[in-house]
């Protein structure tokens, strides 16, 4: 082959399972930036218009990444009272999401809810309806609990990439009288360890929901 000859071939074969792979590793790598076809096809070394003989949009793709995640988070919980239950079904989440803060962004999205994220709803009202819950008092405390608990991992993971600092122009913006109390905070926040901060916000809840049941 002469010298600056382009080789042509075929072009590169893919599957779905590539492309859902290939996704799962951008998220890894930049789990703040969402997913672009554009991008995912570059990464792949194919055109744009080929992943799409595979998913059916960029919907259908986050779904299929948002399950292929979700799937592989299978708290085993044990045959406990149901305090127990929630304390190892947040635990796990929280180990799950820690390890894949890319997965905050598939949660959700255009309105849609990952599939697989349901499945680990349905854990939770399955752990809450052992408390005693049913109807809408038991959706209203999926939702609460659940909301809560994952608030809590989110903050976390922003805390992390973060490090609870402020650069000048952020002190600069704060109200004069706010600028002390930020400090104190930031102060108190960087001694605490995390997990147990997560482990404390879960006791709360469960003494909620105790004392909520204790008044019926």
Do not use: C
């Not at 122009?169 to 901060?197: F, G, M, P």
């Amino acid at each position: 082959m002469r010298a600056g000859t382009v080789k042509r071939g075929r072009p590169a074969k893919i599957s779905l399972d590539d492309i859902v792979a290939k996704a799962i590793e951008q998220l890894s790598v930049e789990p703040a930036k969402p997913l672009s076809m554009n991008a995912l096809a570059k990464a792949l070394d194919v055109t744009p218009m080929a992943l799409y003989r595979y998913v059916q949009d960029r919907d259908h793709l986050l779904q299929a990444v948002a399950n292929q995640l979700l799937n592989n988070l299978a708290p085993e919980i044990p045959d406990a009272p149901w305090p127990q239950q929630l304390r190892v079904w947040a635990l796990a989440v929280r180990e799950y999401f820690l390890a894949n803060p890319g997965l905050f962004g598939l949660l959700g999205w255009n309105e849609h809810i990952a599939t697989a994220w349901w499945g680990q709803l349905a854990t939770l009202a399955r752990i809450l309806k052992s408390a005693g819950f049913a109807n809408q008092a038991l959706a209203d405390l999926v939702q609460w609990v659940g909301n809560s608990i994952m608030g809590s991992i989110y903050l976390e993971i922003a805390g992390q990439q973060s490090g609870f600092k402020l650069n000048d122009e952020d002190w600069q913006s704060l109200a004069r009288d706010d600028v002390q109390v930020v400090e104190e905070l930031i102060e108190h926040l960087n001694r605490k360890n995390a997990r147990t901060v997560f482990i404390d916000s879960v006791e709360r809840i469960i003494a909620n929901i105790e004392a909520s049941t204790s008044h019926d």
